[in-house]
């Protein structure tokens, strides 16, 4: 009896891995190996023809507001009038729930950040984009297009949508002097031990510890928090480690860190600025800045899915998301440096554009913007390798449990 | 259980009687009908797609574009059984679980007795209906008000505390128990409330009658015989804590659990996430087949 | 059973406190669907219908709660054929394997829902090839309510027993009409029980449903998921929420008559 049983179940999982290994697999890559030589050849659209009547958007929270937020901030319902494109919406919280959505034509399109959109080239999720047939791309600056992150031998896989930097957001009545230095959040001996909140993400976590440790500790010789090799990823490891104990929270969706800093339990960390704006409209005693040490950041890229449904539909968000009038109003409800700086006449703040660096290449060029670290060192060292970005993963999931 | 009477000489004429006739003379082939469908859909639908879950846990990933690689290896074993981490992550997921199913016990066990043995017959239709109410109100609301109860500061439970002197628990782990306890206390009440409910007032009386008191019955003829029930209810709470990663989310502030490192790094490193994944499903396996004999798995 | 009055009043006791553990969030859910604060700040300094007049004229939970009824009623349609016919299987049948069956058929219930959940994102997209749609997330659901129905329609079998069908038999009606006249009207009350039962699983289920459904389909649940996410908009779900409760008492009452009497299986399935 029982050898029929075991007969029986090992009868059944010898089938299933038949089945499991038999019938390949197509996200499960062909066994991808590093293809960092060259991205899959994808053909960009030639010529922009008339709208499906839909378009899917996958895009960071405040990028594509539909009214829902506040009634009076969306710039997606004017779109949808002009074009007949119905806009459906999905805010993605994190680059790699990004990275997962995209490639099976679920989405049009993506405002990927720097740390998922080059990861998306090579793994074929998205297409090149025909400069000629983005209106605004002209308008962009050139030292946001075609970077390390958005194109690959010149071939531009994407148009700039805006960028920014990690603040740190404080209680003004709690945090006092107001902070000017990430030490608060880092310090063994900062006041604000158990309410310090850090974004929850692996790249941003660690490599935002990497630029701490580049000011602090000079001589591990860092020249790029994405580019860190055995020695220098330990230390920065450690240091995020020894954050958790000063750590209140950690956030990934904004309403949380909003409410978390408008009740009081957070009262120093990392954020987005669009966060603070919203807590200080309701009333709450907040303010961001960037400190000394400099920061990491995002400069993020309006992509498309490599089969997305709706190319032409895509194509005109693109179109309109860049626009001078669109940008202004992204820009100041976000709380970011938009790409397109014709936007800087149009924003109804007359200093956003000064405030937020918007045409400022030298400071760009200082802020850390959101990279995939390789074993390849991003910094251009031969001599050792870094740290390949699974093992950032890994080592996230490994501190946030010790 | 065929008992077709001797009328030979009556042949069946329509197709459903002779199918009918055919299956009754062939019990093999009416289980095979019977069985045929559900097998087919567990198997290829769900015991294959598990199985190409945990298989995955022996491939790696490309690194840079977090694809799976084919080839077999070990190493993702290897990293969860040598980083410390995730022994701590699976006793404090396992911890969280046992608590939470010990709170429900504990709770559950008076109001199941006082629904199926005390109350009046009126009331206890009103009070099933009562506890199975909560169960409509979305998992993840109610996992927000208890964000509202526990908030440090903010919160109802601090409000509550404060003319005390006393503050809330705040986000973490006590407050994912409290958390967790509340959304499955439903299910485990019901099954011990319908062991209950099957237990016969005569025995009670029986036990009664031989000089036992009310906590000496309780003790040695309710609890060994509504066992099963008990048992069948903490596999829902146990199960159901154990991959919980929402709750951890919302108010478990910096308290990580099993379920929220599947959950991290399904993306970027699936054969990693699933080799984590493994961890819970082999405990259940385990606790499954440990309580089978108990006969709980058929007071579900 | 005698108990001392101490006893019954000590029980009694417990029942309430245990009540109200389970009402009192409730009741924070309620007042807060009035709360004029967006973060759900307690206790609430303002209060205001807003958010209730938010949702009275809101086409997105109106078509959530929609697609939450197609896939729960093709799931449950599902599970009640599947979940029938193998308790028929399990109950008039011995066969090698069988305990083995019984085992199997709790576990899409009883393991972790991100397990289940990744199996079949894995399963859908990368085995199968298939796009997610509303059918990926019934199937889903259907595979892990088939247990509930299971579980109810084998504990009416066992204590029907097989005397009315083999009664039927004997008096000359074959398999199909034995089932249609005799067993099915038998069973009726706990394959409704069931099917309800496995509805309320459906509908409420998010785990599973996050990761099979694409961005079109929103079943309450994600809804809600997706609107505690909005920074102005977080307090619609409170509403959301008061009106589901209370309109669930309609085929909780049912499910109760349907199931009460003949010793309904309890717990979550």
Known sequence: MAHKRLFKVAAVGALAALLATACGGSSSGGGGTSTQAEPPKLAALQSLGTGEGQVNILAWAGYAENGSTDPKVDWVTPFEQ???????????????????????????????SGDSSLRMIYAGKVAPVNTSLLTNYADIPAWQETQQWNSVNGVAYGIPHGWGAQLLAYRTDVAKPAPDSW?????????????????????????????????????????????????????AVKLATDQKALAGSYWSAYTDAQKALESGSTVVGSTWQIIVNLAKADKAPVESVLPKEGATGWADTWMIDAKSPHPNCAYLWMNHITSPPVQAQVAEWFGEAPANTKACDLTTDKTHCDTFHAKDEAYFKQIWFWSTPQSGCLDGRTDTTCVPYSEWTKAWSSLRNS | MSAHTETSEVRPVTLTGRVSDAMSR???????????????????????????????????????????????????????????AYLKATLRTVGIAASVTVICIGLAL?????????????????????????????????????????????GVIAWMLKPFGLSGPGYGTTAVVLTLSYLWLPYMILPIYAGLERLPDSLLDAAGDLGARSGRTVRTVVLPLIYPSIVAGSIFTFSLSLGDYITVQIVGGKTQMLGNIVYQNYTTNLPFAATIALIPVAIMVVYLAAVRRTGALENL | MNLSRPARWGLGTAAAVVLAFVYVPLAVV????????????????????????????????????????????????????????????????????????????????????????????????????????????????ATFCIVVVYNNVIARLRRTGTSPQEASMDLGADSFLTFRLVTFPLLRGAMLGGALLAFGLSFDEIVVTLFTAPP??????????????????????????????????????????????????GGRL
Not at chain 2, 57 to 66: H, K, M, Q
Not at chain 3, 36 to 58: C, D, L, M, R, Y
Not at chain 3, 217 to 238: G, S
Request: net charge positive.
């Open chain 1, 183 to 235: 030490s608060v959040a880092y310090d063994a001996n900062t006041p604000y031990k158990g309410k310090v909140t850090v974004y929850d993400s692996p790249t941003d976590g660690l490599a935002m510890a990497a630029v701490y440790l580049m000011a602090t500790q000079p001589d591990l010789g860092i020249k790029n928090p994405y580019a860190l090799d055995q020695k220098q990823f330990d230390a």
């Open chain 2, 26 to 84: 062939r019990p093999r082939l009416r289980l095979a009908g019977l069985l045929g469908l559900p097998m087919l859909w567990l198997v290829l639908v769900y015991f294959a797609a598990l199985f190409a879950l945990l298989i995955t846990s022996f491939y790696s990933v490309d690194e840079f574009t977090n694809a799976v690689v084919r080839t077999f290896t070990t190493q993702n074993f290897v990293d969860v059984f040598t980083d410390p």
């Open chain 1, 82 to 112: 002009a074009t007949g494109c119905k806009a459906n919406v999905q805010v993605a919280n994190t680059s790699d729930e990004m990275f997962e959505k995209m490639g099976a034509g679920q989405f049009d399109v993506v405002s990927a």
């Open chain 2, 110 to 154: 008076p109001m199941a007795f006082f629904m199926a043995k005390v109350a009046s017959r009126r009331w206890r239709n009103l009070l099933v209906a009562l506890v199975i109410t909560p169960l409509w109100a979305a998992y993840l609301v109610k996992v927000y008000a208890w964000q509202a109860m526990v908030q440090p500061e903010t």
């Open chain 3, 30 to 141: 309620l007042v807060n669907s009035f709360n004029a604060s967006k973060v759900f700040a307690w206790p609430p300094k303002e209060f205001t219908t807003h958010w209730w007049k938010q949702v009275i004229g809101n086409p997105g939970i109106r078509e959530a709660v929609l697609t939450s009824f197609e896939v729960g009623v093709v799931a449950t349609l599902i599970a009640l054929v599947l979940g029938t016919l193998l308790s028929f299987a399990l109950a008039r049948y011995t066969f090698f394997g069988q305990q083995t069956l019984s085992l199997l058929v709790v576990l899409p219930i009883a393991l972790p829902g991100i397990v289940t959940a990744l199996a079949f994102r894995t399963a859908f997209r990368s085995v199968l090839g298939v796009e997610l749609s509303m059918w990926t997330v019934a199937v889903s659901h």
């Open chain 3, 216 to 265: 079109g389909v929103i079943t309450v649940p994600i809804w809600i998921f997706q609107n505690l996410f909005r920074p102005n908009q977080a307090p619609v779900v409170n509403v959301v929420a008061a009106i589901l409760v209370v309109l669930s008492v309609i085929p909780i009452y049912f499910s109760q008559k349907l199931s009460g009497d003949a010793g309904h299986a």
